[in-house]
């Protein structure tokens, strides 16, 4: 009996679930920076878990979550359902490293927030920023050209230098 043929999936192509294509992305990002990505899910006790990504394998659809000290994998399919995800700049560097035409953090930013408007996420929660020391803002806007974001409170408009330099953690939630 001949064997049957699949259409083979090209490398990194296979997994078009939009959450892990956004957290492959993110975690590269977060890896080369010394940030971490961390997922919030909903627990089975009724409260929600935060879990380290460890890894985000687009080829086989799954991303590994440190859970307990342990790595676990989940299906992205899982990860459909995530309540939120976050980067958390706990060690590393500050974000403030110049690319064109902007900066990471601000790059990163604008990445996520078209991210969640175009998967209609952000529903539950607005996309939130984390300051050391100031009160968390809602973005609304990345202005790459004028390397700026616009967001909710005093000042509206702050420079992607000043946001790289004090940001601690940005929150988008589904």
Known sequence: MPKKR?????DNQGCNIAICQVLSKNFNVTKNFGW??????????????????????????QVSI???????????????????????????VTGGVISIPCNILCNLLKFNLDQQNNNGW???????????????????EVDLARCEVTVNEDPITRSCADIANTWTSFQIHQ
């Open 66 to 92: 440190e859970k307990n000290g342990i790595n676990e994998i989940l299906s992205c399919k899982e990860l459909e359902s995530f309540v939120s995800y976050e980067i958390q700049r706990d060690t590393g």
């Open 36 to 61: 971490r990505l961390v997922v919030e899910i909903e627990g089975s006790s009724g409260f929600n878990d935060m879990f380290t990504i460890a890894s985000v394998d687009l080829t086989k659809c």
């Open 122 to 140: 952000g529903k539950a929660d607005a996309f939130t920023i984390f300051f050391n020391g100031l009160p968390p803002v809602v973005l609304t």
């Open 6 to 10: 699949g259409k083979k999936r090209p």
